[in-house]
Nanobody, 121 residues
Framework: QVQLVESGGGLVQPGGSLRLSCVAS????????MGWYRQAPGKQRELVAA???????NVADSVKGRFTISRDNAKNTVYLQMNSLKPEDTAVYYC???????????????WGQGTQVTVSS
């Protein structure tokens, strides 16, 4: 079983920065794509950014130029550097990973518990 744990959320003023981290642990044979999703109050969960095992990235238009996704495969960790934060970035941010617990098991989509990001004066 693979577990994902996010950290780094908190309260920040508009224009500020935060760096989110997500560490995968447990039984891990291989991790493929990893990403960050968010869900704001009264809104649907949406993709923020994703990164493949090879480093290719996809970033939502709403955060392009402000957010950067990266990963450290040796540490089974994905990061989200969030700069120039806006009030509309306020949401619960969830880590996501496609992983195989073992060589004989199928790829499963895993989710973290979420971390709150609040952007307010």
């Amino acid at each position: 079983q693979v577990q994902l744990v996010e950290s780094g959320g908190g309260l920040v003023q508009p224009g500020g920065s935060l760096r989110l981290s997500c560490v995968a642990s447990g039984s891990i044979f291989s991790i493929y794509a990893m990403g960050w999703y968010r869900q704001a109050p009264g809104k649907q969960r949406e993709l923020v950014a994703a990164i493949s095992s090879g480093g290719s990235t996809n970033v939502a238009d709403s955060v392009k130029g402000r957010f950067t996704i990266s990963r450290d495969n040796a540490k089974n960790t994905v990061y989200l550097q969030m700069n120039s934060l806006k009030p509309e970035d306020t949401a619960v941010y969830y880590c996501n990973a496609d992983a195989r617990p073992s060589a004989t098991m199928k790829v499963v989509d895993y989710w973290g518990q979420g971390t709150q990001v609040t952007v307010s004066s």
